[in-house]
């Protein structure tokens, strides 16, 4: 079946260290997205790419990096940088870059203790 | 800059109920797009409809319906004859060309349903 995996769906990791979230999809997809949701609110971006080595910063990127070596992968790396970084982290995809609907991973919950 | 309001936090509803989700959106472009996402308890957000700004006709899905009206700047989702499975966090967001179909999200309805 053709979808977005996220792994894994919940994480838990110790303040101070840094983490990847993965995401891969196997759509085809050329653009690729990374979300936050926090309680009550919605969702805002963190980072995209729109083809293979080529990514932006969206509004929210501080404390995060991002890679796109691979057309079917975008993993996110949550730094210690990252001053709040618990939080519901979605990924999405899309068959173009504008205008085009988004696709969505199941999310990977990340709990920092 | 780009705007979405969903001003009602949570709707409580019985089954079988219809209910009507508000979405208003601010924008200066000409061009744009609308969308409605779905979100269970499960996280993933599942799409629903996506509306351009040329095509203000109205939708009808089963027992989704949509409502677009420039004049308003609305976007309004009503479900008829809720079942507890539309339970869920109703999204509504908005995109605009050249922006890499970046999305500005509202802040979600939550819906419940029950018996």
């Known amino acids: 079946d053709g979808g977005i995996t996220q792994s894994p769906k919940y994480l838990f990791r110790k303040e101070g260290q840094n983490v990847t979230l993965s995401c891969e999809q196997n759509l ?7 979300y936050r949701q926090d309680p009550g609110q919605g969702l805002r971006l963190i980072y995209y790419s729109q083809i293979v080595n080529d990514f932006q910063k969206g509004d929210i990127a501080e404390g995060y990096s991002v890679s796109r070596e691979k057309k079917e992968s975008f993993p996110l790396t949550v730094t210690s940088a990252q001053k709040n970084p618990t939080a519901f982290y979605l990924c999405a995809s899309s068959i173009s ?8 991973g199941p ?7 | 800059a780009q705007k979405v309001t969903q001003a009602q936090t949570e709707i409580s509803v019985v089954e079988k109920e219809d209910v009507t989700l508000d979405c208003v959106y601010e924008t200066r472009d000409t061009t744009y797009y609308l969308f409605w996402y779905k979100q269970p308890p499960s996280g993933e957000l599942v799409f629903l409809i996506r509306r351009n700004s040329f095509d203000e006709q109205n939708e009808i899905s089963g ?4 409502n677009f009206q420039k004049s308003t700047s609305s976007f309004n989702f009503t479900i008829t004859a809720s079942q507890v499975v539309d339970s869920a966090v109703y999204f509504c967001a908005l995109s605009a060309p050249g922006t890499a179909s970046k999305l500005t999200f509202g802040t979600g309805t939550r819906l419940q349903v029950t018996l």
């Open chain 1, 28 to 34: 085809n997809h050329d653009a690729m997205y990374w």
């Open chain 1, 107 to 113: 999310g990977t919950r990340l709990t920092v203790l």
């Open chain 1, 97 to 104: 870059a504008s205008p085009a609907t988004q696709y969505f």
């Open chain 2, 63 to 66: 027992r989704y319906s949509w």
